[in-house]
C-alpha cells in the first residue's frame, strides 16, 4: 500500500478527493490528479518503507474526534477539522491522536457530493407541510457530513454435507376410497462453498437497518485503501471486533449454504437431521463504504437521514411536528368556516 500526502503535488497546498471526478482537486492552484500522478509524486518523495511503517506511517496521518456525549469515535485526516459530532450534533468533541489502531484495507470512494446528497434531503423534505422546521433550516442541512462507514469483509470456505429427511406426499381416489401415499427419503448434499467478501457492520453506532435499506454497494468498485481517498471526508473507527462480527458473518453464511443444499433435494419438504458442514475463514478484510449523513434533534430525539455515498440512495424518516399541525389544523379550520359562511350568506 502506497501512503500518499494529501497534498498538493503541485503547490503543496490540502488537496481533497473529488467524487465526480475520482481525481484529487487543489482549490488553491487549480490542479487536478490522478491516483497514479499522486503516487508518483509520493514516490519521488519517499524513502523505501516496510509493511509496518507503512501502516505506522498511515495511522500517522490520521486524528481522532471523540465525542463526550455519544461515544462516538470519528477518524480524519490531519487535515480535515471536525467541529461538531456527525452521529448527535455535539461540539464537545476531543481531538485525540490515534494511538493503535488497523489502518483498512479496502474502499469504494465517494462518488456522489456534498451538494448533491444536500439536494436528495431537500427533495425529501420538499412539499412536507407538517414537517417540523428543524429539518427546513440551512444550518442543519449544512451538516450533511460525508463518512466512511466500517466494514469487516470475510472470505470464507463452507465444506461437507448435510443430511435432510425429506417426505414427498401424493393423493388420489376412486369411487370407494382416498388414498394418501408418503414417500419418506434420507438425502445426504455435498457441498463446497467459496464465498468472497462476506459483510459484517463493523460500527454499533451505524443502525443495521439503516444501511441495509441504502444498500446494495457496488463492491466492483473496491479500491486497495489510500489515505489520499479520505481527504474532505471522515471515517468512523470500528468499535466491533474482527472476531464477535464474524460470529455473524459465520452464522449468515451457514444458513446461506445450508438453504443452497435443501434446494437441490428436489422433495416437497426437508428438514435437516445433521448438519456437517464446516466453516473456514480464510482471509479478513477491513473495508470502508461511503454514506452521507445528517442527524436532526427533534423533541430530544435524533432523525438520521442517510445517502449511499456510491449509488445515491436515501433513507429517512421525518416526524410530524406539533406546531406545524396545529397550524395547518387552525388554517384548514377557518378556510372551511369562511367558505361555509360565504355559502350561508349567498
Ligand atoms: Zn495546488
Ligand atoms: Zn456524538
Known sequence: MEVLDNKCPGCGAKINFNPVNQTWDCD????????????????ASSV????????????????????SNCGAEIMADETTVATFCVYC??????????????????????KNTKEDASKAFSNVTRYKPLMPKEFRQLKNIEKISGIYIPFWAYDIVCDGNVTFSCTDTSH???????????????????????????????????KDELMDSIEPFDYQELKEYNHAYLAGFFAEKYDVSEDNAYIRAKERTMN????????????????????????????????????????????????TFAMNGQSGKMVGDIPIGI???????????????????LVVLL
Not at 376412486?174 to 388414498?179: E, F, G, H, L
Not at 435437516?272 to 473495508?287: E, P
Open 28 to 43: 488553491y492552484c487549480g490542479s487536478k490528479f490522478t491516483l497514479e500522478e499522486m503516487q508518483k509524486y509520493s514516490n
Open 323 to 341: 406546531k406545524e399541525t396545529i397550524i395547518w389544523g387552525l388554517i384548514i379550520f377557518i378556510v372551511t368556516f369562511l367558505i361555509c359562511l
Open 48 to 67: 523505501e518503507v516496510n509493511t509496518e511503517q507503512i501502516q505506522n506511517k498511515t495511522l500517522d496521518k490520521f486524528v481522532t474526534y471523540h465525542c
Open 172 to 206: 388420489w381416489s376412486d369411487s370407494k376410497y382416498r388414498y394418501t401415499k408418503v414417500d419418506r427419503y434420507s438425502s445426504t448434499i455435498e457441498g463446497h462453498f467459496d464465498y468472497e467478501k462476506v459483510l459484517a457492520d463493523a460500527s454499533s453506532r451505524f
Open 256 to 303: 446461506t449454504c445450508v438453504e443452497l443444499a435443501q434446494g437441490e433435494t428436489h422433495h416437497q419438504s426437508s428438514i435437516i437431521n445433521n448438519n456437517q458442514f464446516n466453516l473456514v475463514k480464510s482471509s479478513t478484510n477491513y473495508i470502508m463504504l461511503p454514506v452521507w449523513m445528517v442527524n436532526i434533534k427533534y423533541k430530544d430525539k435524533l432523525y
Open 89 to 110: 450534533g455535539s461540539t464537545a468533541i476531543l481531538k485525540e491522536k490515534i494511538e493503535n489502531g488497523r489502518a483498512p484495507d479496502l474502499i469504494i470512494p465517494f
